[in-house]
C-alpha cells in the first residue's frame, strides 16, 4: 500500500514553534523540502547545511523568524578541522548563536551526534533523527564502518525518535542489532512537490524519449541502458535518451556510448539546479529509467530513492530493477516493470510498452495516481500528527 491521504495542513499543535533542521547535501534532499514545508508554520527555523564528503559547496545556515530570513551564517574564514569533527562544530555552534529551539531535526546520524550533545546542555527538547538513507557497510575501511555503525546504534537509541524513508532501514537495524531497544521509529517516504506539476497529454511528450535523473555513479546503472540502445534502436528508430545529472561515472558512460555507436541518441543536459526545469524537461519524456544494479549492499536497497517518486509525479511509467523497496509497490500498481539487469530485458520491457498504446496510457494514469500519494505537504503533515506524542 502507499502512505495514507492525509489533510496537507498540519494542525499548529502538532509542530514546535522552534525547530532546527540539519542536514548534509550534495544539491538538494528531502531536508531542503522540509524547510520549505516548515517555513510557514513555525516562528523561529534555523536550516543548516553542510556538502556531502567529496562534494563541492559551503557549509551554510539560514535563520528565520516567522517566515522570513533574518540572517545567513557561513563557514568562517579559518575555521579549521576534520570534515566530520568540522562539521558537529559548526551545528552546535550555530545553534548557540541562534539560542534554545524545541526541536532538531538531523537528516544523518552524525548531526544527529551534535543533537544529543545540545539536548544534553538544553539547547534543544527533542532530537529526531531522520534517515534519509543507511546501508550496513558504508565504507570499505573496515575501522571506519565500525566507527560509521556505533555512530547510528547510538543516534538511533538515544534521539527521542528516528524518522526512516523506508521500512527496510528499520530492518536492517534490528538485523544489525538483534533485538536491543531503539527510539520509536516511524516512515517518512520521500515526497514530490505534485501540487505544482501540470502534467501534458500524451501526444505532447516526444513517444520514444526515455528519461534518467540522478548522480550518474555505477551503481545507477546507465550504463546498463547504454547497452540496450542498438536492439532499442532496431526497434524504435526514433528513441532518445535524456540524462539529467552529472557524476564520476559519467566519461565511462559517454565512451560506452560512443563505442556502441548510440552517442548522438542521448542528450547529456549535465546538472540543472532548478526543480522546475528539471520536472519541465521530464513532462516531455515517455518513460523513466531506474536500473540500479543489483548489490545486497547497496544503500538504495535501503532507501526511497527521489527520482523515482519524481517520475511518477511526472507521470512517467518507471522501468526498474528489483532493489529500491518501492519496486514492488510500483508493479504492483502498474506504475511501471521490474526487470533484470540484462540489456537485453531492458529493452524488451521499454518496447513493449512504447508499442502498446493502451498498455502506455494505463501505466501512466497509473503512475501519476500513486505519484500523487506522494506530496511533501500530506507526508510531513502526516509525520508531524503521527510524531507529537513523543515529542511532547
Not at 538513507?133 to 537509541?157: G, I, T
Not at 500513486?370 to 511532547?392: I, K, Q, V
Amino acid at each position: 500500500m502507499g502512505p495514507a491521504a492525509a489533510d496537507p495542513s498540519a494542525p499548529a499543535a502538532d509542530i514546535p514553534e522552534r525547530v532546527i533542521v540539519a542536514t548534509h547535501y550534495y544539491a538538494t534532499g528531502p531536508a531542503f523540502d522540509l524547510e520549505e514545508f516548515l517555513l510557514p508554520r513555525t516562528r523561529c527555523l534555523l536550516f543548516i547545511a553542510h556538502p556531502l564528503y567529496g562534494g563541492g559547496g559551503r557549509s551554510y545556515a539560514r535563520w528565520y523568524e516567522d517566515g522570513r530570513l533574518v540572517k545567513t551564517l557561513e563557514l568562517p574564514a579559518g575555521f579549521r578541522g576534520a570534515r566530520f569533527i568540522r562539521d558537529l562544530l559548526l551545528t552546535v555552534r550555530w545553534v548557540r548563536q541562534a539560542g534554545a529551539y524545541d526541536l532538531m531535526i538531523a537528516g544523518d546520524n552524525l548531526l544527529a551526534m551534535a543533537g544529543l550533545w545540545l539536548r544534553r546542555t538544553g539547547r534543544i527538547r527533542r532530537l529526531v533523527l531522520y534517515s534519509i538513507d543507511y546501508v550496513p557497510r558504508r565504507f570499505a575501511n573496515p575501522v571506519l564502518n565500525r566507527a560509521y555503525r556505533a555512530v547510528d546504534r547510538l543516534a538511533s537509541r538515544r534521539a527521542n525518535l528516528v524518522w526512516n524513508v523506508s521500512p527496510a532501514i528499520e530492518a536492517a537495524r534490528r538485523a544489525r542489532d538483534g533485538p536491543r531497544p531503539t527510539a520509536p521509529q516511524l516512515v517518512v517516504p520521500v515526497g514530490t512537490n505534485v501540487e505544482r506539476i501540470r502534467r501534458l497529454p500524451r501526444a505532447t511528450a516526444s513517444p520514444d524519449r526515455l528519461a534518467f535523473v540522478g548522480n550518474v555513479l555505477e551503481k545507477q546503472g546507465l550504463q546498463v541502458v547504454i547497452r540496450a540502445l542498438p536492439a532499442l534502436r532496431r526497434a524504435l528508430p526514433s528513441v532518445s535518451l535524456l540524462v539529467l545529472g552529472d557524476g564520476q561515472f559519467l566519461p565511462e558512460v559517454k565512451r560506452l556510448a560512443e563505442a556502441a555507436g548510440v552517442l548522438p541518441l542521448i542528450e547529456f543536459a549535465g546538472y540543472i539546479e532548478d526543480h522546475r526545469e528539471i520536472e519541465r524537461r521530464l513532462l516531455g519524456c515517455a518513460i523513466g529509467l531506474a536500473p540500479y544494479v543489483p548489490d545486497a549492499e547497496s544503500f538504495s536497497r535501503f532507501a526511497d530513492p527521489g527520482k523515482i517518486k519524481l517520475y511518477l509525479a511526472c507521470g512517467l511509467p518507471v522501468i526498474l530493477t528489483d532493489v529500491p523497496p518501492i519496486a514492488r509497490l510500483i508493479e504492483q500498481r502498474g506504475a511501471g516493470r521490474i526487470v533484470p539487469y540484462e540489456p537485453a530485458e531492458i529493452a524488451r520491457a521499454i518496447v513493449g510498452l512504447l508499442t502498446s498504446s493502451a498498455e502506455l496510457d494505463s501505466a501512466r494514469a497509473a503512475a501519476a495516481a500513486l505519484g500523487a500519494e506522494y506530496s511533501w505537504d500530506r507526508l510531513f503533515a502526516r509525520a508531524f500528527r503521527e510524531s507529537a506524542p513523543h515529542l511532547r
